[in-house]
């Protein structure tokens, strides 16, 4: 989705701060990113209305799936995101692997928690039989969105059933 923070948390994790000119990712970028067990590269896919036609495209060869939102978003942007993820999490290439979603924007009055997100996008339903996990968080501080990260990693790491020569996932 347009406005998650995608792009703004993938800049916080590479370099450990951020800038106001950051664009919207309007295609998408290949970045890695450096964690104590693994290189986690990562394909960032912009949210825009207009490129979600095209998320199909940039799956192949995707180990897991990291999906951001605004926690704080509106009912009907809630809605939209329910069935993006149904569609996500079910398309052929990605079922079963693992899943994370950081729940951006917890700093927001608004935000709502993991729980309620749980609830409301039906994780449970649509996350059976892969390992996932919610993360709220802000950019205000890394370290959450850097913990839920080092677990992703860990999840891919225990799907491939080994490691690679070079931990890259």
């Given amino acids: 989705m347009s406005g998650a923070g995608k792009t703004t948390l993938l800049t916080l994790l590479q370099c450990g701060e951020t800038t106001d000119d ?29 490129i979600r036609p095209y998320w199909d495209r940039y799956y192949q060869q995707t180990q897991g799936v990291v999906f951001v939102m605004d926690s704080a978003c509106s009912q009907e942007a809630l809605q939209t995101v329910g069935g993006l993820l149904a569609g996500i999490l079910s398309h052929e290439s990605l079922r079963g692997l693992p899943f994370v979603l950081l729940a951006s924007h917890q700093d927001k009055m608004e935000a709502r928690s993991s729980e309620q997100l749980t609830k409301d996008l039906e994780l449970e339903r649509l996350c059976a039989g892969r390992q996932w996990v919610v993360c709220p968080c802000s950019i205000q501080d890394q ?18 059933g080994k490691e690679s020569e070079e931990n890259r996932v």
């Fill in 143 to 160: 370290e959450p969105v850097r913990q839920a990260l080092e677990r992703f990693v860990t999840f891919l790491l225990n799907t491939a």
């Fill in 22 to 50: 950051i664009e919207p990712t309007s295609g998408f970028n290949i970045k890695a990113v450096q964690f104590e067990e693994a290189i986690l590269n990562v394909k960032e896919v912009g949210g825009a209305e207009n």
